[in-house]
Nanobody, 123 residues
Framework: QVQLVESGGGLVQAGGSLRLSCAASGRTFSVYAMGWFRQAPGKERQFVGAETWSGGTRYYEDSVKGRFTISRDNAKNTVNLQMNSLKPEDTAVYYC????????????????WGQGTQVTVSS
């Protein structure tokens, strides 16, 4: 099994930055991709971005391209989401997730989820 523990998040003013981290443990060799999703109140969970575990190919949802960056620390089995130029519409609970099957692009069918962390952007 794979376990995911998120950290980061919080309250920031519009235009500011936040960094989320997701530490993976357990059977990480079974992971094809690590992704970030978000869910705002009253809305469905939305794909934000992902990186394939072995090849390092990155994918981003259009509204975050150029503002959000996924990076990985292999030594720590950690995936980070650097969020810059934050907007009030970025306010949501952000989830880290692991995908254990080959899905191209890796934007859905994730089966392991972190607990979620709140990101609030004030105007």
């Amino acid at each position: 099994q794979v376990q995911l523990v998120e950290s980061g998040g919080g309250l920031v003013q519009a235009g500011g930055s936040l960094r989320l981290s997701c530490a993976a443990s357990g059977r990480t060799f079974s992971v094809y991709a690590m992704g970030w999703f978000r869910q705002a109140p009253g809305k469905e969970r939305q794909f934000v971005g992902a990186e394939t575990w072995s090849g390092g190919t990155r994918y981003y949802e259009d509204s975050v391209k150029g503002r959000f960056t996924i990076s990985r620390d292999n030594a720590k089995n950690t995936v980070n989401l650097q969020m810059n130029s934050l907007k009030p519409e970025d306010t949501a609970v952000y989830y880290c997730a692991a995908l254990r099957r080959v899905v191209v692009p890796p934007t859905s069918k994730y089966d392991i989820w972190g607990q979620g962390t709140q990101v609030t952007v004030s105007s």
